[in-house]
């Protein structure tokens, strides 16, 4: 039996975050898997230039960082604060040879009701981050996020959201992430994958299924793809036709999953991906 084709597959640190940085690396090698999307989190633990140096003797591509964002507030000392922050996330992307940061916008900040500031907040810090990304080699991947998360966490819930802060900016500065766990429900995605392409902004397409009834810590709901109501295939097809031909990120935050052997969930997921992603 021949071995299964990986070349697209690429596993987010989080899906097997009880995997240091070593182990994940060798797990990826062992599996023939050649694309690894990284965390700021976990490669800081580990030191930056060690990382660059341990994935690149590997020959893995990484695919993304995540992340950067979180650009919605008020206060100037905490603006000031969160620009400087996404600047380091820029070098620390060029330092690993990946060309995406994604980048989570943030929620309301505290006394605020006004959605509308909060994203234009976040076009103004774009502003300033784009050139900065785009010198450094890397391109801005605003990913929205299910509306769940919208008070606390991203301010941006649709693909069409992100798209219109995304297209105030060239291309080269500012795409979005395309994650189908946050927006399986949206009927206008798929029309908006297709503008998305249409404008060479799709930065990073990410699975992750959709299970119910969702666990008390939602954050950490996302399930194995093929486990729940998400049609791989279907959402596969639409990137496809968008134009969009890069690897493909399985990101899970999932408790059952961190509870395993981190060894036996790369090689389900890699396998989950063979079944269920037409490539």
């Known amino acids: 039996m021949s071995n299964p084709d990986l070349s697209r597959f690429s596993i987010n640190q989080m899906t097997v975050k009880q995997l240091s ?18 965390w700021r989190e976990p ?13 690149r003797d590997a020959g893995l591509t990484v695919t993304t960082l995540c992340r950067g964002g979180f650009l919605t507030a008020i206060d100037p000392d905490a603006r000031t604060a969160a620009l400087a922050d996404n600047r380091r996330a820029v070098d620390e992307a060029a330092a690993l040879g990946t060309d995406t940061l994604v980048l989570v916008s943030g929620g309301l900040p505290p006394g605020s009701k006004d959605l509308r500031a909060a994203r234009e907040r976040i076009a103004d810090a774009l502003a300033e981050l784009g050139p900065y990304a785009e010198d450094h080699g890397v391109r801005l991947a605003i990913e929205p996020l299910h509306p769940m998360y919208a008070s606390d966490r991203c301010v941006v819930s649709t693909l069409a959201q992100a798209l219109d802060l995304a297209e105030r900016f060239p291309a080269r500065q500012v795409g979005v992430t395309v994650d189908t766990y946050h927006i399986w429900w949206d009927d206008q995605a798929p029309a908006q994958i297709a503008r998305a392409g249409a404008g060479g902004r799709i930065h990073s397409f990410q699975l992750a299924d959709w299970t119910t009834p969702l666990p008390q810590g939602v954050l950490t709901g996302r399930g194995q793809i093929g486990d729940g109501a998400i049609d791989m295939r279907e959402w596969q097809g639409y990137v496809k036709a968008a134009g969009y031909t890069a690897p493909i990120e399985v990101e899970l935050f999932n408790d059952v999953l961190w509870s395993r052997d981190g060894h036996e969930v790369l090689a389900e997921t890699a396998a989950r991906f063979v079944e269920h992603v037409d490539r």
């Open 21 to 38: 940085l070593p182990e994940l690396v060798g797990a990826c090698r062992d599996l023939g898997v050649v694309n690894v999307g990284l």
């Open 43 to 55: 490669v800081r633990e580990h030191g930056l230039e060690a990382t660059a140096k341990l994935v």
